[in-house]
């Protein structure tokens, strides 16, 4: 069974930066495409952005485009986003998947943007 484990949120302000990482185990990590989903609250998951194996291919919702950087390390089975000038609206729980429609999670860390 997938094992992920998601961990760097926490409080921040607006225009801040935060790196989430993603720890996977019991899969060959290297070998799936890894996805980030958020969830806000009272709203469903929204896919934010995807990376190849290979990392030679990445893509984004418009949300995030430009703002947020995803990334892996193959040799740590792990996923990065890093993200940057952080909104109110950036506010939710994050979770790597290995599905754009959520599927396959982990339990999420929580963001939270407030000044």
């Known amino acids: 069974q997938v094992h992920l484990v998601e961990s760097g949120g926490g409080l921040v302000q607006p225009g801040d930066s935060v790196r989430l990482s993603c720890a996977a185990s019991?899969?060959?990590?290297?070998?799936?495409?890894m996805n980030w989903v958020r969830q806000a609250p009272g709203k469903g998951l929204e896919w934010l952005a995807e990376i190849n194996p290979g990392s030679t291919r990445t893509y984004y919702s418009d949300s995030v485009k430009g703002r947020f950087t995803i990334s892996r390390d193959n040799a740590k089975s792990t996923l990065y986003l890093q993200m940057s000038n952080l909104k109110f609206e950036d506010t939710a729980r994050y979770y790597c998947?290995?599905?754009?429609?959520?599927?396959?999670r982990g339990q999420g860390t929580q963001v939270t943007v407030s000044s």
């Open positions: 998947a290995l599905h754009r429609d959520g599927t396959h």
């Open positions: 019991e899969l060959i990590f290297s070998n799936h495409w």
